[in-house]
């Protein structure tokens, strides 16, 4: 097989036909061909899918700053600028709001008396787990309805799909078997 990608037309998510989609081939790597922008769409309807429970008058960029400061504990603001990739200027607005929703509070830097730190509070706490008790209880509802078959080829998946949401490695052979 030629290690070229096989290239083919392929629905958008608005069901168009568009650009023709890249399809990694099984010439290109070892493996079956992969339909690259199916998978694109896939995973991002899926995602939409999941953020429709009601996000508690937060934005999405809010909630994942939320959890950010819980998974990194307390933070200094330009290291959760940072991490989210927002501007300063940005993370002001988001933080007040995340603050006058009861969700964060600053704390002083014990490091630095000029600098604040960024915290979660119970409340936020207990907002992140109902949010993601409600997007798990709906998945799986949804896998309910998959066959035995479709369930275990969703499993076998899994670990690669866990792999694909992190960020890349700058050694690309760190990531191959």
Do not use: C, F, N
């Not at 998978?39 to 959890?67: F, I, Y």
């Not at 936020?124 to 997007?135: A, I, M, P, Q, V």
């Not at 499993?155 to 960020?167: C, D, S, T, Y």
């Amino acid at each position: 097989m030629s290690t070229e990608s096989v290239v083919t037309a392929s629905r958008d998510e608005t069901g168009t036909t568009g650009e023709p989609a890249p399809v990694l081939s099984a010439g290109h790597q070892d493996g079956p061909a992969v339909d690259v922008t199916r998978l694109r769409v896939a995973l991002a309807r899926l995602s939409r899918r999941l953020r429709k429970h009601e996000l508690a008058g937060l934005t999405p960029t809010q909630l994942a700053a939320l959890a950010t400061v819980e998974r990194a504990g307390p933070m200094r603001l330009g290291d959760l600028a940072a991490a989210e990739g927002i501007a300063p200027s940005t993370l002001t607005r988001l933080v007040t709001a995340l603050e006058d929703s009861g969700y964060v509070r600053r704390l002083a830097d014990p490091s630095d008396a000029r600098a604040s730190t960024l915290a979660i509070t119970p409340r936020g706490h207990d907002l992140l787990e109902r949010l993601r008790s409600e997007t798990t209880m709906e998945l799986t509802e949804s896998l309910t309805m998959l066959t035995p078959a479709q369930r275990s080829a969703l499993a076998e998946a899994l670990p690669v799909l866990e792999q694909l949401a992190e960020p890349a490695s700058a050694d690309p052979s760190a990531t191959r078997s």
